[in-house]
């Protein structure tokens, strides 16, 4: 196992690749992938929609207030 996945001395993986999804790539090998992801390959429905949808998912100018705002509420 790549050291990328397996860290403890035991040999365990841990993060993310505790329980890692699996996807058959066109090699032929299994290759983990965080889980909760998928493929934005061509073929898949709304696949532009898609990226530019994770593109616009935050506004940094936006996040920052929202953070100000957030910390000043817990003084």
């Not at 329980?19 to 061509?42: H, K, M, N, S, Y």
Request: proline content about 12%.
């Amino acid at each position: 196992m790549p050291s990328t996945l397996q860290d403890h001395k035991d040999g365990t993986p841990h993060g993310v690749w505790r329980d890692p999804d699996w996807l058959l790539c066109r090699d032929d090998r299994w290759r983990p992938v965080e889980p909760g992801t998928f493929p934005l390959a061509d073929g898949i429905p709304g696949r532009m929609g898609l990226l530019r949808g994770y593109g616009n998912a935050i506004v940094p100018p936006l996040a920052a207030e929202f953070v100000t705002a957030f910390l000043e509420s817990l003084r």
